[in-house]
């Protein structure tokens, strides 16, 4: 098949053209060309920006039988995109979130019959939104698939930013939402690439939304662990915060956490298994850590102000329980 990628460099879909290529998709990548070392010799690179509407619609009128789109956070650019490819394509594939789901989270496992939506994160309900968008359209033939916390050159963190890892680096505490035993689901790119590559062109997938998880999960504390094993940082300290009072401090990390991984989550991939085939997820969070190390060596380098935040929500931790005449208060 002639199958399009838009994007084709980042967490997720670097590997998925690779996938793709190695079972034989005639694949080209559509980006600004800014970044594309490593990507396959069998690809077609084509340089452009999705902002040049004559560039992307010249992409689109070459009629590929699958687009898979990596590069949609708004509802405009995804109404943009059925506009220019209905009747272009067989089957496009929209790259949404597992975020999307219901939080707080009230049933498990988690299917895709969970309820799709998230008061607490922006980014979260504009996924959902766009996914409305697809369902409610009939031009053109769609897939959604929703990844949860998927990775390749960054370690998977609840706050982002590298500043987790930075800390962790320094010698510094490191902050941890709840009590770090809430189970999470971390996913290598590489596991990911695999069933999402038997989607494409699949007729049992058109007009339907899957998530792709490893069928495990990890608490916070073992995800640390293997961070900082994988760092080869030989001790480390981690301070738990409970969520509300995190939030308390910064509002920003409202959709992160309320929004997404301050509850326990277990995802139920019955679905995509039966249509993509069943799958294995063998790299677990203390290899894949080492892969992210190994081939993108993490840096210290981080936001100073939050950097502050965190040493006061370290101190204002600590001297919870402390007696007033302990000389450390």
Same mark, same amino acid.
């Given at each position: 098949?002639?199958?399009?990628?838009?994007?084709?460099?980042?967490?997720?879909?670097?590997?998925?053209?690779?996938?793709?290529?190695?079972?034989?998709?005639?694949?080209?990548?559509?980006?600004?060309?800014?970044?594309?070392?490593?990507?396959?010799?069998?690809?077609?690179?084509?340089?452009?920006?999705?902002?040049?509407?004559?560039?992307?619609?010249?992409?689109?009128?070459?009629?590929?039988?699958?687009?898979?789109?990596?590069?949609?956070?708004?509802? +405009? !650019?995804? #109404?943009?995109?059925?506009? @220019?490819? &209905? /009747?272009?394509?067989?089957?496009?594939?929209? $790259?949404?979130?597992? =975020?999307?789901?219901?939080?707080?989270?009230?049933?498990?496992?988690?299917?895709?019959?969970?309820?799709?939506?998230?008061?607490?994160?922006?980014?979260? +309900? !504009?996924? #959902?939104?766009?996914?409305? @968008?697809? &369902? /409610?359209?009939?031009?053109?033939?769609?897939? $959604?698939?929703?990844? =949860?916390?998927?990775?390749?050159?960054?370690?998977?963190?609840?706050?982002?930013?590298?500043?987790?890892?930075?800390?962790?680096?320094?010698?510094?505490?490191?902050?941890?939402?709840?009590?770090?035993?809430?189970?999470?689901?971390?996913?290598?790119?590489?596991?990911?690439?695999?069933?999402?590559?038997?989607?494409?062109?699949?007729?049992?997938?058109?007009?339907?939304?899957?998530?792709?998880?490893?069928?495990?999960?990890?608490?916070?504390?073992?995800?640390?662990?293997?961070?900082?094993?994988?760092?080869?940082?030989?001790?480390?300290?981690?301070?738990?915060?409970?969520?509300?009072?995190?939030?308390?401090?910064?509002?920003?990390?409202?959709?992160?956490?309320?929004?997404?991984?301050?509850?326990?989550?277990?995802?139920?991939?019955?679905?995509?298994?039966?249509?993509?085939?069943?799958?294995?997820?063998?790299?677990?969070?203390?290899?894949?850590?080492?892969?992210?190390?190994?081939?993108?060596?993490?840096?210290?380098?981080?936001?100073?102000?939050?950097?502050?935040?965190?040493?006061?929500?370290?101190?204002?931790?600590?001297?919870?329980?402390?007696?007033?005449?302990?000389?450390?208060?």
């Amino acid at each position: 098949m002639r199958v399009l990628y838009i994007g084709g460099t980042g967490e997720i879909s670097f590997d998925c053209i690779h996938e793709s290529v190695r079972l034989g998709h005639d694949v080209t990548v559509f980006n600004r060309g800014n970044n594309n070392a490593g990507l396959p010799a069998e690809c077609r690179l084509v340089r452009g920006d999705v902002a040049d509407d004559e560039a992307y619609g010249s992409l689109a009128r070459q009629d590929f039988d699958v687009v898979c789109q990596f590069r949609l956070f708004t509802t +405009q !650019a995804i #109404a943009r995109d059925i506009e @220019l490819f &209905r /009747g272009h394509c067989e089957q496009y594939l929209f $790259i949404s979130s597992a =975020s999307v789901y219901q939080k707080p989270v009230r049933n498990l496992p988690i299917t895709e019959a969970t309820p799709v939506v998230n008061a607490f994160w922006d980014y979260s +309900q !504009a996924k #959902a939104d766009m996914e409305a @968008l697809l &369902r /409610g359209q009939s031009d053109l033939s769609y897939t $959604i698939v929703r990844p =949860s916390h998927t990775y390749r050159t960054h370690m998977p963190t609840p706050m982002g930013d590298n500043i987790e890892v930075s800390r962790m680096l320094r010698g510094k505490p490191v902050v941890v939402h709840g009590d770090g035993e809430s189970l999470w689901t971390v996913t290598h790119s590489q596991d990911f690439a695999r069933p999402f590559a038997r989607l494409l062109g699949n007729p049992r997938a058109i007009g339907e939304d899957f998530h792709i998880t490893a069928d495990r999960q990890w608490p916070w504390n073992e995800i640390f662990a293997a961070i900082a094993a994988a760092l080869e940082v030989p001790e480390f300290s981690l301070v738990h915060v409970p969520t509300d009072t995190l939030i308390r401090y910064n509002q920003g990390w409202v959709g992160q956490l309320l929004g997404d991984k301050s509850y326990s989550v277990i995802f139920d991939n019955t679905k995509v298994k039966a249509v993509a085939g069943d799958f294995e997820c063998p790299i677990d969070p203390w290899r894949g850590m080492r892969m992210v190390a190994e081939r993108f060596p993490p840096n210290d380098r981080c936001d100073p102000e939050m950097d502050r935040l965190l040493d006061r929500i370290v101190a204002d931790q600590c001297r919870l329980g402390k007696a007033t005449d302990d000389p450390g208060v």
